[in-house]
């Protein structure tokens, strides 16, 4: 058991001390994930350092169910995180960050109209492809988000995203 637990440690230490991949000073996209419907999130990561940086969403969502006695649900929530990159191999990386952000949403289901604002806070990690070729980063993640209350269930939401991003 003491070495299964110093492996992981040293694991752990490796993967802290890895090279740092220079992160683009600018990169504009999308973030398409599912959290809580938000789906699309328009993107911006803002390099701080060569391996640290601010990413800034903003998601949107605007949908009508018909089938469920005229339900409707708008929202827009503004997401902010700092991030640390590190490098996995060559192009690869992988990155996590901490942050939070604020939002707004409005509903009706049954004739009950619902609405209000709230904060969060959220964490994110995931790994990334930088393009050499051309200016494209992509990126998969998972970012859970506490807080939210009125809006998440049990104040906690989380998605898995898939990021498109043009590096300038």
Not at 13 to 30: C, H, K, R, Y
Not at 83 to 102: C, E, M, R, S, T
Not at 141 to 157: A, F, H, K
Request: net charge neutral; charged share 20%; no cysteine.
């Amino acid at each position: 058991m003491k070495k299964i637990i110093l492996s992981a440690i040293m694991l752990i230490g490796l993967a802290f001390t890895t090279q740092a991949q220079d992160v683009s000073n600018n990169a504009l996209g999308l973030r398409l994930g599912d959290n809580s419907g938000f789906g699309g999130e328009i993107s911006y990561q803002k390099g701080l350092s060569k391996n640290n940086r601010l990413e800034l969403d903003l998601g949107w969502r605007d949908r009508t169910n018909y089938n469920v006695n005229g339900y409707n649900d708008n929202a827009i929530k503004l997401a902010g995180l700092y991030q640390w990159v590190w490098n996995i191999d060559g192009d690869f990386n992988w990155y996590a960050g901490v942050g939070g952000g604020l939002g707004s949403y409005s509903s009706k289901y049954n004739g009950i109209d619902k609405s209000g604002a709230f904060v969060f806070v959220a964490g994110d990690i995931g790994i990334e492809y930088a393009f050499r070729e051309i200016p494209l980063l992509i990126s998969l993640d998972l970012r859970p988000e506490i807080g939210g209350s009125g809006y998440y269930s049990n104040s906690y939401g989380s998605d898995i995203a898939l990021g498109l991003r043009y590096k300038f």
